[in-house]
Nanobody
Framework: QVQLVESGGGLVQPGGSLRLSCAAS????????MGWYRQAPGKQRELVAT???????NYADSVKGRFTISRDNTKNKVDLQMNSLKPEDAAVYYC?????????????WGLGTQVTVSS
């Protein structure tokens, strides 16, 4: 089992920056991909960015050039640096971990952290 704890959410003005962090614990060696998803009120949860254990990244088109995902395998955490934030970025952001198929190919989720972008 994997436990995920997010931090770093809050209120920021349009054009501002926030850095989200996610710390993983439990069966750390089972994790391949970690990432961030978000869900705004009335909308479906969507992928923001992911990163594999070896560093391959994937970003939603809407955040490319503004967000950067990074990972520290030693500390078992993943960060999301969010710059040039827009009102449409406001959402609850969820940390995700996906395990290798050999470990079941399971998804684990944090409880989410609120990001509000408002002037």
């Amino acid at each position: 089992q994997v436990q995920l704890v997010e931090s770093g959410g809050g209120l920021v003005q349009p054009g501002g920056s926030l850095r989200l962090s996610c710390a993983a614990s439990g069966s750390i060696t089972s994790i391949n991909t970690m990432g961030w998803y978000r869900q705004a009120p009335g909308k479906q949860r969507e992928l923001v960015a992911t990163i594999t254990r070896i560093g391959s990244t994937n970003y939603a088109d809407s955040v490319k050039g503004r967000f950067t995902i990074s990972r520290d395998n030693t500390k078992n955490k993943v960060d999301l640096q969010m710059n040039s934030l827009k009102p449409e970025d406001a959402a609850v952001y969820y940390c995700n971990a996906h395990t290798y198929l050999a470990y079941g190919g399971r998804d684990y989720w944090g409880l989410g952290t609120q990001v509000t972008v408002s002037s």
